[in-house]
């Protein structure tokens, strides 16, 4: 980071892994539905929530999320979008509709978009429909390509479209060949791998591989790649990955509260792998916390300290800060960084150096340090709120009250 007469300079944080339509459960997923309560009992209650949500209701709950992103130092997000159709399953008149609704709120808010197209069309490894819940998530391969191609006639400096192939469990092997095949050779591709135990099982008990492995011998797997989660990784799924140019998108904040498990953290830094952090169901929206237990869960594993650090520094802190940075291009697709002010006037920064001010940023506690951002040459943030907020907040609320009486 770097001193400036407006506070200190860090370039912006990409977001790799959101699902914007969950900031409005937030909170609504902690009482105890089940004596084992886990991500498949969570999974319910999340999918009747989904069941409510239309392209008006999406734009206002995603406008609210990014706002806070950028006010929390994200200023890009990859959206993994699986909200396509009524929840009948029939398509809206424009099929584009619930991804139009996404990126009018990235652009009504400032933040760029990767966005992601979800292809999900089955149920589990042995290939069973999907549920009624699950509906309005679904493609063929074909409608699926034609999604992709309309949406990638908007790109623009703050736009990107990409694929994410939803699962292994949701995605057959030749479908995801197909799909594939069908994108253009810069899309990027994201995917949910390896997050559950039972996910790691059922994948080995029909296609006789766990799933990293299952997908390193069945794709060419490359720098394009963001493997969502990836939790669950034995030593040679590590070197796999790490070695691939891929990049590991971590969840710490959702995988926590999911109850998922810890990311092989150190084992996969001592290989060389590439990895960045989501926010994912947002159940927290910051970047400090994501990074700050990411560590900590590494900590807590091994029973000691300063895990995450590297040959170029000692500092744990920059370590972190120089891994988002890192990955983020091949995860999103942008060159270009934006701008992050932190306040350095905030008494938790007072006398800070170039040698500490990291560390102290996001081990120091948890008040909102950002104080200003800008997104393409324009100022989406400042004194630490975005320019919009009334507006968005307001439009949220009433959306907000509209999903929980329905």
């Not at 995605?171 to 095949?181: Q, S, T």
């Not at 591709?189 to 990293?212: F, M, N, Y």
Request: overall charge negative.
């Amino acid at each position: 980071m770097q001193r400036t007469p407006a506070g200190w300079l860090t370039p912006g944080i990409a977001n790799l892994h959101s699902h914007a339509f969950q900031r409005a459960m937030a909170g609504l997923g902690e009482r105890q539905t089940h004596s084992e309560d886990s991500f498949w009992t969570w999974r319910e209650t999340m999918y009747a929530l989904a069941s409510r949500f239309d392209p008006e209701s999406l734009h206002a709950v995603a406008s609210q999320l990014y706002a806070e992103m950028l006010e929390a130092g994200y200023t890009t997000v990859c959206e993994f979008h699986y909200l396509h159709h009524q929840p009948d399953g029939r398509p809206y008149g424009d099929p584009a509709a619930m991804s139009r609704a996404l990126i009018a709120a990235a652009r009504d808010t400032g933040i760029r978009l990767t966005l992601l197209p979800v292809l999900y069309m089955t149920g589990g490894f042995d290939g069973r429909p999907l549920s009624e819940r699950q509906r309005r998530f679904g493609h063929g391969v074909d409608a699926y390509l034609r999604l992709v191609e309309t949406l990638r006639k908007d790109e623009n400096e703050s736009l990107r479209v990409g694929c994410a192939l939803h699962s292994l469990r949701a995605v057959p092997e030749v479908a995801m060949h197909d799909a594939i095949a069908g994108l253009p050779r810069d899309a990027r591709i994201h995917v949910h791998i390896a997050e559950q135990v039972a996910e790691v099982e059922e994948c080995v008990a029909v296609r006789g591989q766990r799933p990293v492995r299952w997908l390193f011998d069945h794709a060419d797997v490359d720098a394009r790649w963001t493997l969502v989660h990836a939790t669950h990784l034995d030593a040679g799924e590590i070197i796999s990955l790490a070695k691939s140019g891929a990049t590991a998108a971590i969840c710490t904040t959702t995988e926590g509260n999911l109850g998922d498990g810890f990311f092989p953290f150190r084992d996969y830094l001592d290989h060389g792998g590439r990895w960045g952090i989501g926010s994912d169901s947002h159940i927290s929206v910051s970047p400090i916390e994501e990074l700050r237990w990411l560590e900590y869960g590494q900590r807590l594993q091994r029973q000691r300290r300063n895990i995450a650090i590297g040959p170029a520094s000692p500092s744990v802190g920059e370590t972190l800060l120089a891994g988002v940075a890192t990955s983020a291009a091949n995860s999103t697709g942008f060159a270009r960084r934006d701008r992050v002010v932190v306040d350095a006037e905030a008494p938790i920064l007072a006398a800070a150096t170039e040698a500490d001010v990291a560390d102290r940023w996001i081990f120091s506690g948890n008040r909102p340090l950002v104080r200003s951002v800008e997104v393409a040459d324009r100022e989406v943030v400042s004194a630490g709120r975005h320019i919009a907020r009334e507006a968005i907040e307001a439009r949220y609320r009433q959306a907000l009250a509209r999903l929980l009486q329905g």
